[in-house]
């Protein structure tokens, strides 16, 4: 008796669940066209929250990569680099095989950076290169890593460094 109740409870639990994620889901499918087009201009910065927090629980939707990867793009658009590259980096692990993972995993690096976390922004860009050793900006990174975490200052010493011995090699060149 007891398992019965158990169980017909159980199913009531899992019908209600599925009836709450069809719903939230028909309030976001009106923007979904402009989710899969990356048309992100005309999608509200207010519906950021509510698109991340739709995929990041019901992770095996169909839609919910498209409603993450815009989310994301959205916090970007806002300036909030840091929230941005997290729901990029979550991107990678919840959909490790979708066709964006390359773009993700890059905007997510570069968000992590522009937010201050050059730590983080490095890891994601190892995983890049680590998943993506041929890709056409794989160079690109990897001449970016070994000075991802120097400050402006030293960046621009060390550019100016490189200048001048650049100019002695060709005053040296020269007859």
Known sequence: ??????????????????????????SLKPYLSQMQRE????????????????????PKNPNSP??????????ERQGKWYRSAELFEKFSQL??????????LLAGAH????????????????TFLQKFPNSKLAEDVRLL???????PE????KVLQRARQDSLKKAEARP
């Open 66 to 75: 498209d409603y993450l990867f815009a989310a994301a793009g959205l916090f």
């Open 39 to 58: 048309r992100y201009d005309s999608l509200p910065d207010t519906l950021a929250r509510r698109l991340a927090d739709f995929a990041i629980q019901y």
């Open 111 to 126: 968000n992590f950076v522009e937010s201050g976390n050059t730590r983080k922004g490095k890891a994601l860009y190892e």
């Open 154 to 157: 030293q960046l621009l010493e």
């Open 95 to 104: 959909f490790p095989q979708h066709p964006r993972l390359e773009r993700a």
């Open 1 to 26: 008796m007891k398992r019965g109740m158990l169980a017909a409870a159980l199913v009531l639990v899992l019908i209600a669940c599925a009836g709450r994620e069809q719903k939230e889901e028909a």
């Open 145 to 151: 890593l070994p000075d991802i975490e120097l400050t």
